[in-house]
């Protein structure tokens, strides 16, 4: 995969080219050309540009914005469905964009963002699912603490890189400069109480962002205050390194469903924002658009201790995750398999062995894996409810990697205008390192 520039030739061989391009260049017996002063002193421009171009390359910021659940197949098909989205656009006409990013399991919110930033999987990172369980009980990761593998902001700091980030998933008390964490107490849709996030963010920050907009203050953090909040730090403060996490698109897909007017209308909306982010940001910055997985259309559910309840069959050893189960039991197995040719069982194909093993490495021989069937997703109700039934929201991910894809899109200095292969979601830090100029993976 390239993204950017390949080796530079040194001016002499930019000028050996420009010579079999048909110029009139003197050459010697032995065919080198003859260097006069006239061409030394050519030589040596265009070696300063060089070193010019490569200076201003290492000098380069990145904004990494992550758009919560913009499945791969909204860019790709942006002509079909019409989407009124300018910046995106735009960026897809100047950048590198893949051809849709393969996640990792779990493909939600949380895992899936700390391996952008770390370049690994959610066994080696830690950060398991949306939660953990807690003496308090169930509650997100919220702490950086929670890490178990180098993540970016930390080589950018160790670097002498300034760092950013607004409401990026696991970094209250990460070690970044200008830091509004993903926190709160209460949610009103994909909005968060304010008063949570600035009792974790970098003191003083909310406060300084407020007297630049009095808007910002307004009870609910949603991709609105997200957006001042990121312009004032990309204004006052010109991070070498910015993360941004927009939210709303996600939960008016969950809510309306993936390509709904609705949530059409909300990733529309983002790209507005979108439009007053890039107006704000340096000259020199690279601009990497992202996401964390795609979306499914999932209208209904299947309860599936009231499903193995109506077989008389004891579902023990079986874990449900949602958009997958597993199960040790081969009886189980044997009814999922059974179900697979019922279209209303809600039940989908055995997941192969091979993708076991690529997705989820160390899984045991015996388990076995199997997915819903489109439309649907598993859920763990009561022995005596109804089988399947009509979900409370429309849309969902949680589904094995393979079901969709997630975005990859990079523009800026520096970034060659290219379409990608599809590329595996543990790649991306690694161009964002190389914007900034650091090592990864980083010197422990």
Same mark, same amino acid.
């Given at each position: 995969?390239?993204?950017?520039?390949?080796?530079?030739?040194?001016?002499? !061989?930019?000028?050996?080219?420009?010579? !079999?391009?048909?110029?009139?260049?003197?050459?010697?017996?032995?065919?080198?050309?003859?260097?006069?002063?006239?061409?030394?002193?050519?030589?040596?421009?265009?070696?300063?540009?060089?070193?010019?171009?490569?200076?201003?390359?290492?000098?380069?910021?990145?904004?990494?914005?992550?758009?919560?659940?913009?499945?791969?197949?909204?860019?790709?098909?942006?002509?079909?469905?019409?989407?009124?989205?300018?910046?995106?656009?735009?960026?897809?006409?100047?950048?590198?964009?893949?051809?849709?990013?393969?996640?990792?399991?779990?493909?939600?919110?949380?895992?899936?963002?700390?391996?952008?930033?770390?370049?690994?999987?959610?066994?080696?990172?830690?950060?398991?699912?949306?939660?953990? !369980?807690?003496?308090?009980?169930?509650?997100?990761?919220?702490?950086?603490?929670?890490?178990?593998?180098?993540?970016?902001?930390?080589?950018?700091?160790?670097?002498?890189?300034?760092?950013?980030?607004?409401?990026?998933?696991?970094?209250?008390?990460?070690?970044?400069?200008?830091?509004?964490?993903?926190?709160?107490?209460?949610?009103?849709?994909?909005?968060?109480?304010?008063?949570?996030?600035?009792?974790?963010?970098?003191?003083?920050?909310?406060?300084?962002?407020?007297?630049?907009?009095?808007?910002?203050?307004?009870?609910?953090?949603?991709?609105?205050?997200?957006?001042?909040?990121?312009?004032?730090?990309?204004?006052?403060?010109?991070?070498?390194?910015?993360?941004?996490?927009?939210?709303?698109?996600?939960?008016?897909?969950?809510?309306?469903?993936?390509?709904?007017?609705?949530?059409?209308?909300?990733?529309?909306?983002?790209?507005?924002?979108?439009?007053?982010?890039?107006?704000?940001?340096?000259?020199?910055?690279?601009?990497?658009?992202?996401?964390?997985?795609?979306?499914?259309?999932?209208?209904?559910?299947?309860?599936?201790?009231?499903?193995?309840?109506?077989?008389?069959?004891?579902?023990?050893?079986?874990?449900?995750?949602?958009?997958?189960?597993?199960?040790?039991?081969?009886?189980?197995?044997?009814?999922?398999?059974?179900?697979?040719?019922?279209?209303?069982?809600?039940?989908?194909?055995?997941?192969?062995?091979?993708?076991?093993?690529?997705?989820?490495?160390?899984?045991?021989?015996?388990?076995?894996?199997?997915?819903?069937?489109?439309?649907?997703?598993?859920?763990?109700?009561?022995?005596?409810?109804?089988?399947?039934?009509?979900?409370?929201?429309?849309?969902?991910?949680?589904?094995?990697?393979?079901?969709?894809?997630?975005?990859?899109?990079?523009?800026?200095?520096?970034? !060659?205008?290219?379409?990608?292969?599809?590329?595996?979601?543990?790649?991306?830090?690694?161009?964002?390192?190389?914007?900034?100029?650091?090592?990864?993976?980083?010197?422990?």
């Amino acid at each position: 995969m390239l993204l950017f520039p390949g080796d530079r030739l040194d001016s002499y !061989q930019i000028l050996d080219r420009i010579g !079999q391009g048909g110029h009139n260049i003197d050459r010697m017996p032995n065919g080198h050309m003859r260097r006069s002063k006239g061409m030394r002193n050519l030589a040596i421009l265009i070696a300063a540009a060089g070193l010019a171009t490569q200076a201003a390359a290492q000098d380069r910021k990145l904004l990494v914005i992550s758009i919560d659940g913009m499945d791969h197949r909204y860019l790709k098909d942006r002509d079909a469905l019409k989407l009124r989205i300018p910046n995106l656009r735009k960026l897809l006409e100047q950048g590198a964009w893949a051809d849709g990013v393969m996640g990792i399991v779990p493909t939600v919110t949380w895992p899936s963002h700390t391996t952008l930033v770390t370049g690994v999987g959610a066994e080696e990172h830690g950060i398991l699912d949306n939660n953990i !369980q807690t003496v308090k009980g169930s509650e997100r990761y919220w702490y950086s603490s929670y890490l178990k593998a180098p993540v970016l902001w930390q080589a950018a700091k160790q670097a002498g890189k300034r760092t950013a980030a607004i409401h990026w998933p696991v970094t209250v008390g990460a070690a970044i400069d200008y830091n509004l964490p993903e926190y709160f107490q209460a949610r009103l849709g994909g909005a968060m109480d304010l008063k949570s996030t600035e009792e974790k963010s970098t003191r003083g920050l909310v406060k300084e962002i407020a007297e630049e907009y009095p808007s910002f203050l307004t009870p609910w953090m949603d991709d609105r205050t997200r957006t001042l909040g990121t312009i004032y730090v990309l204004k006052r403060y010109q991070p070498d390194l910015t993360l941004l996490h927009l939210m709303d698109h996600d939960e008016v897909a969950h809510k309306a469903g993936p390509f709904s007017r609705e949530a059409m209308a909300t990733l529309e909306y983002t790209d507005e924002l979108l439009g007053q982010i890039l107006a704000a940001a340096p000259a020199n910055t690279v601009v990497a658009i992202v996401s964390d997985h795609g979306f499914e259309a999932a209208p209904r559910e299947l309860n599936v201790a009231a499903y193995f309840a109506a077989k008389k069959i004891a579902a023990g050893g079986t874990v449900v995750r949602g958009g997958y189960l597993i199960t040790y039991d081969a009886a189980v197995a044997a009814a999922l398999s059974e179900a697979r040719v019922d279209s209303g069982s809600c039940v989908g194909r055995e997941i192969p062995r091979s993708e076991v093993d690529r997705f989820l490495p160390g899984t045991t021989p015996e388990a076995r894996l199997f997915e819903p069937a489109a439309g649907c997703f598993f859920a763990t109700g009561k022995a005596g409810g109804e089988i399947v039934s009509s979900r409370p929201s429309a849309g969902q991910h949680g589904h094995w990697p393979t079901r969709y894809r997630a975005v990859f899109l990079m523009a800026g200095p520096g970034i !060659q205008r290219q379409g990608l292969p599809e590329m595996d979601m543990r790649d991306a830090v690694k161009h964002f390192a190389k914007v900034i100029g650091i090592a990864w993976p980083p010197k422990r």
